[in-house]
C-alpha cells in the first residue's frame, strides 16, 4: 500500500505565497508521476499541475508563471510553491500519485490540504 500525505497549507494574503509538500509512503517500485489538484467550493476538482518521472512539467492557465511543481526523488516528495495567490486560489489540494507497484500501475490521492487566500 501506498500513503500520500500532504502540508503546507492555510491561510494567507492576496499576493502571499505558501509551499505546499506531499510525501509518498509505503511499499512501491517506482512513481511514476505526481500531481497536485484541487477542488474549490461549487467547482470540480481541477489538474493544477503534473510532473513526470523525467521531471517534465504541465500547468493549468490559470497558474502558469506563478505556481512550480518539483520533486525530490529521494524522499518520495512532490511540491507545490504558489506565489502571487489569489483568493480565486482558495481550495482543498490534493496529491495524486501513479505509482508502479510490482508489475501493476496504481494511483492514490493524499486526503487534501486546505489553502485559503484572503483578499
Known amino acids: 500500500q501506498v500513503q500520500l500525505v500532504e502540508s503546507g497549507g492555510g491561510l494567507v494574503q492576496a499576493g502571499g505565497s505558501l509551499r505546499l509538500s506531499c510525501a509518498a509512503s509505503?511499499?512501491?517500485?517506482?512513481?511514476?508521476?505526481m500531481a497536485w489538484y484541487r477542488q474549490a467550493p461549487g467547482k470540480q476538482r481541477e489538474s493544477v499541475a503534473t510532473i513526470s518521472s523525467d521531471d517534465s512539467t504541465n500547468y493549468a492557465d490559470s497558474v502558469k508563471g506563478r505556481f512550480t511543481i518539483s520533486r525530490e526523488n529521494a524522499k518520495n516528495t512532490v511540491y507545490l510553491q504558489m506565489s502571487s495567490l489569489e483568493p480565486e486560489d482558495t481550495a482543498v489540494y490534493y496529491c495524486?500519485?501513479?505509482?508502479?507497484?510490482?508489475?501493476?500501475?496504481?494511483?492514490?490521492w493524499g486526503r487534501g490540504t486546505q489553502v485559503t487566500v484572503s483578499s
Open positions: 495524486n500519485a501513479d505509482v508502479l507497484t510490482g508489475l501493476l500501475l496504481r494511483n492514490y
Open positions: 509505503g511499499s512501491f517500485w517506482k512513481i511514476v508521476a
